[in-house]
Nanobody, 127 residues
Framework: QMQLVESGGGLVQAGGSLRLSCAAS????????MGWFRQAQGKEREFVAA????????YYGNSVKGRFTISRDNAKSTVFLQMASLKPEDTAVYYC????????????????????WGQGTQVTVSS
């Protein structure tokens, strides 16, 4: 059973940057595609970014494309989300998720395909 722990959230002014980390344990990290989702208060969970097992394939939600970057370090069992040019509408709880993948080049963008989830980290962007 894989455990995921997010960190790096906090309060930042609009236009600022944050780097989220998600540390995985309890499984072979390199066998999992990883993703980031977010949920703002009163809204549904939204896809943010996804990365394949190898790191060679990445996908982004339209609202973050060009501002956020997902990456991973398989040696450290960690996935990152670098967020830049933050906007107040980026305020949400950010969750990382893991999807067991046979293929190394597949990134998963669908919420329901993820098996393991972290507890989330709050990101608040002030205007």
């Amino acid at each position: 059973q894989m455990q995921l722990v997010e960190s790096g959230g906090g309060l930042v002014q609009a236009g600022g940057s944050l780097r989220l980390s998600c540390a995985a344990s309890g499984g072979t990290f390199s066998r999992y595609a990883m993703g980031w989702f977010r949920q703002a208060q009163g809204k549904e969970r939204e896809f943010v970014a996804a990365i394949s097992r190898s790191g060679g394939s990445t996908y982004y939600g339209n609202s973050v494309k060009g501002r956020f970057t997902i990456s991973r370090d398989n040696a450290k069992s960690t996935v990152f989300l670098q967020m830049a040019s933050l906007k107040p509408e980026d305020t949400a709880v950010y969750y990382c998720a893991a999807n067991f993948q046979v293929r190394s080049d597949v990134a998963v963008t669908t919420y329901s395909q993820y098996t393991y989830w972290g507890q989330g980290t709050q990101v608040t962007v002030s205007s």
